[in-house]
């Protein structure tokens, strides 16, 4: 979508004029994309007065096209500047630009972080994507999606201006951790306005009024034959994304009813309700692999990053491959903007944790409905006993509600082989039993191939899941969100979060690799955001003090959790003003939230309490299944 469009003449006068900045307001407010932010004033009226040194005394044609803020289709992205004409041999070219007002002394490279560079941005020391990063991804995402880029062809070349960086600091950005980024999507930094003048001149020597912004901005949507070549290759002879019993069922299903909903201009949404362990993921993934073998724009959608990551890294089975995929995994806040029938599929995973707004703006309606309307397939993967937020509103009612509202024809379907917990539903039913969620007295688990075991101390099962990791494989140590999580040592594995007597390991570090499947983070402890729509061989739970008995009886306490904890932001006012229903909700969620978290294992799952009480209860109550 174009914002902002002019000619390089067009922005010289507006800018000479001092109107830039309404112009590209009034742009905002006719294209219904969004409100400005102040800061974003800002960043054009300072950057456009280097982009206007640049090009004043250029050779660049007066008639070359201009875009500003051109939103990039299927994300919640803008390319800050983008220009477009002809070079001396007559082909298509169009420079994306990412224009940063970053100052060298705060930047720094980062170690084991593919594209990222840590600076000041947002009135703090910031961990963010490389410039040079952020203008190729743009220009990567339109020749994986765009029919005009892929067959006219036009050129696209990304380039990075930070008009305030010193070139003293060169080496944090042009070091060798980011050379494939900078070679695709050159620096110029402070005072190399003349080689950026002649980098555009050799590009744009004959404008084109604009033609190929607005060719690019009304173009179809297509996978390219490249993206769709990769992404098979990369899930083809993967067994992490063999489809079993039901799954296959599903898949087919889904695959019909995209192909039918974008043949005939109908709207379909599929819903699909699977336990833990049902594989739902890795149906997810098989179907937006599929879709794009068939031509048609998907995307994998989740709230939670932790899944999107994981799964990414999964597909590419842990190599970097020269084809990014990121784009194809994307937030459930990304179609706030979307027109209707945007894209051909949407494929959302872990539906129980969408919400109602869709960025910390607080801009969107309802997740469920942005998708819903953007998507002219939508398939919803759900459990809705995993609402672990009090901001979650991901329930099938809540699906069909808005299907029904936006003409979707409905489909349920339900997922029933299980993988995780050596295949048994069995071990889930005594997981619902023991908090309570549902009861069903009836569970036995002599016969079952599970390994479950209660430890006397965080220490012993920490030591006993390090040497399950070694021996069967990804084994992890996850606990209920109840310790602070100090974010200035994120760094620091030697800074202990988490402290139980003698016990102390640090919350989940930053690292190159998501923290499911990092190799360092077996030193470390998750939490539910950093598992959830994840697996392990093994699981140990440290159970916190939210969770504890009191005279016989299970009770959940969210003032136990850690004050950084977004998913009980609110109960403290809830519980002043409405204290039956914020202890409902509370109890809902903090019980989902261990259901999960016991969940996580394939094989076998170890359990510590924090509540002398609660440790006796579950240690009767694992005797009494297994003899």
Known sequence: MLIYENTVAGLLDDIDADRLVDEIDAAFDNSDVGSVSPSERRAWRNSFQYVYRTLLRSDVPDDVGVAIEFKVPLTSNRVDLMLSGRDADGNENVVVMELKQWGGETTERVEGNDGIVETYVGNDIRKTTHPSYQAWSYANFLEDFNVEVQDRPINLHPVAYLHNYDTDHRDELENPLYERYTQEAPLFLKGETAELREYLEQRLAVG????????????????????????????????????????????????????????????????????????????????????????????YVSKNAAPRDVYEQKLRQGELLVKEIKHLFTGAGSYVDADANEVDALIADEAHRLNEESNFFGRGENQIMEIINAGRFSVFFIDESQRVDIDDIGSKAEIRKHAHDLGAEITEMSLDSQLRCAGSGDYIAWVDDVLEIESNHSVRMMDLEYELELFDSPESLHQAIEEKNEQEGLSRVVAGYCWDWDTDHQDD?????IEIGDYGRSWNLDASDPWAIDDGSIDEVGCIHTCQGLEFEYVGVIIGPDLRMEDGNLVTDFRERAGQDSSVHGMKKMSREHPEQAEALADELIKNTYRTLLTRGMQGCYIYCCDDELQEYLRTRIGSIQG
Do not use: C, W
């Not at 033609?211 to 290759?233: C, G, Y």
């Not at 069922?249 to 695959?255: G, I, L, W």
């Not at 594995?493 to 979060?497: A, I, L, N």
């Open 208 to 299: 084109d009024g604009g033609d190929l912004l607005q060719t690019i901005a009304e173009s179809d949507l297509r996978p390219s034959k490249s993206l769709q070549d990769v992404i098979l290759e990369m899930l083809e002879g993967n067994d992490e994304f063999t489809l079993l019993g039901s799954q296959k069922v599903v898949f087919e299903e889904a695959m019909d009813l995209a192909q039918q909903a974008n043949e005939n201009d109908e709207k379909h949404v599929l819903i699909v309700d699977g336990e833990p362990g049902t594989g739902k993921t890795v149906v997810a993934v098989n179907i937006l692999v599929k879709l794009l073998q068939e031509d048609l724009t998907a995307q």
């Open 493 to 497: 594995p030697d800074y202990v979060d």
